[in-house]
């Protein structure tokens, strides 16, 4: 009995969360259009520009490092990532949903990530991501949570 009780409540959960995702399609392309933009950005290694595209309140959650929930903490992680030698990365999303409400969505997708490694050749990292954006109170999406992390199996620890 309960088993069935929480089967049916997840179910009732699942139903709602689908219903509660199925914003329209001119709200989609807006994040859509975010997303594109924030990629462009990314590509100049503006950090401030890149910077711009998190809410005030923002976390972003790294691989392998702790949870940046201050504007010069999200700095710090992309000021890291764009002064890597050889560093370059992009994105894809691979789904976009908006909120029936209008001011919450996400994007996931997959991403890529080169840098040279010690010796100078050029390594990929390859993995997946989830953002979750929010509407300003000006129209603007800006992201509100960003989180990534490798497909790639972890390296060997060295002693």
């Known amino acids: ?70 504007k010069d903490a999200v700095r710090k992680i992309w000021t890291d990532l764009a002064n890597m030698p050889g560093s370059s990365i992009s994105w894809k ?13 996400f994007v996931s997708g997959t991403y890529e990530f080169t840098m040279n490694d010690a010796s100078g050749k050029p390594v990929t990292d390859k993995g997946k991501y989830l953002v979750v954006w929010e509407k300003q109170s000006d129209g603007k999406w800006k992201c509100g949570a960003d989180m990534w992390n490798s497909d ?5 620890e060295t002693k």
Do not use: H
Request: hydrophobic residues 45%; negative net charge.
């Open 1 to 70: 009995m309960k088993t069935r009780t929480l089967l049916i409540t997840l179910l009732q959960a699942f139903v709602a969360a689908t219903v509660c995702l199925a914003g329209d399609a001119k709200l989609e392309q807006a994040l859509r259009d975010a997303d594109e933009q924030w990629l462009k950005a990314a590509g100049t290694k503006d950090v401030d520009k890149i910077a711009s595209y998190y809410a005030d309140d923002a976390v972003v959650m790294p691989p392998n490092g702790p949870a940046a929930n201050t």
């Open 93 to 105: 999303p691979t789904k976009v949903e908006v909120a029936k409400s209008g001011d919450i969505g």
């Open 152 to 156: 790639m199996p972890a390296a060997p």
